[in-house]
């Protein structure tokens, strides 16, 4: 059984009576996912989950959505169709002026859980309403994980799957987006393949030491190059900006932390002889 929400908004019985839930999936005049809305916004407001964040819209039709003191809890699909919900704001609603958001006050006691809290959540055949009465979902919302960080769209989906480009892969070692994937690549040593792909050529290059595949891969974050001949002449040709630009990083095999160095290595010298990457590629050795 599921941990119910309410353990981690703990409202009383009278809370609960006034207060609403908004499950926004999208747009009602573009029909743009409201998650792609989120992350259009600056982290600074969706850590604090201001207004911007989410919908608060006062009025569906002539009806209200909200009314005056009121608290609402703000949701956003994540995926399509799916029962995954992201909370990104709560809030006691000021006032409810026709034609735009509601005039709303963040409640900041839940500012620790925005962009953090996903939910488990089944809307039902509800496509066309997204704010509701909180009972009427607060007893089948149960918490599925408190993220470590900000929510940032993908997560680590396993070894076998490893493929970043340069950028994406800055963003990830800065701590910026996806912080399982550092923690990930820090537990394993393994065969890599840097690829450029403007030329097409190859770099195999292996990680055996302390720090796993995350600490070989952040030395070429820092230099580029990662102490290559082949990679540092191009660096010095091109400059940082070529590397951002066009090399991605594929892990190709993987092994624990443990597994015997030399067989690292030995895999390492297979995939050169493989992809003939001493003559074709980057590697010269």
């Not at 916004?41 to 608060?56: F, H, K, L, N």
């Not at 990830?172 to 393994?190: C, K, N, Q, W």
């Not at 292996?206 to 820092?222: F, H, K, N, P, Q």
């Not at 095999?253 to 895999?267: A, H, I």
Request: glycine share 10%; hydrophobic share 35%; aromatic share 14%.
């Amino acid at each position: 059984m599921g941990i119910p929400l309410n353990s981690i908004l703990n409202l009383t019985e009278e809370q609960i009576k006034n207060s609403r839930i908004e499950l926004n999936t999208k747009t009602g005049t573009t029909s743009v996912p409201f998650i792609d809305l989120w992350f259009e916004q600056t982290e600074e407001d969706r850590r604090s989950g201001a207004p911007c964040v989410t919908s608060y819209w006062g009025w569906l039709g002539p009806n209200h959505n909200f009314f005056e003191g009121e608290w609402v809890f703000s949701f956003l699909r994540l995926g399509e169709g799916g029962d995954d919900w992201l909370f990104v704001s709560a809030a006691k609603v000021l006032a409810v002026p026709k034609g735009r958001q509601a005039d709303v006050e963040v409640l900041t006691d839940y500012a620790p859980f925005f962009g953090r809290l996903v939910i488990d959540l089944h809307k039902g055949n509800t496509n066309s309403r997204y704010t509701f009465k909180l009972d009427t979902f607060l007893s089948k919302a149960t918490v599925k994980e408190v993220l470590p960080a900000l929510y940032s769209g993908e997560r680590f989906h396993g070894y076998d799957d490893v493929h970043l480009p340069y950028a994406k892969l800055d963003r990830i070692f800065r701590r910026e987006i996806m912080p399982s994937y550092h923690d990930a690549l820090e537990s394993v040593t393994g065969v890599y393949c840097l690829t450029d792909t403007k030329t097409g050529k190859l770099y195999i290059g292996s990680a055996t030491g302390e720090g796993g595949v995350a600490a070989r891969w952040g030395s070429y974050l820092d230099t580029n190059h990662g102490g290559n001949k082949e990679l540092r002449k191009l660096h010095d040709d091109k400059g940082e900006e070529y590397f951002r630009e066009n090399f991605e990083f594929t892990l190709l095999e993987y092994f624990g932390m443990s597994y015997d160095p030399q067989k690292v290595r030995e895999r390492e010298k297979w995939w050169k002889d493989c992809l003939d990457t001493r003559e074709h590629g980057y590697n010269d050795n």
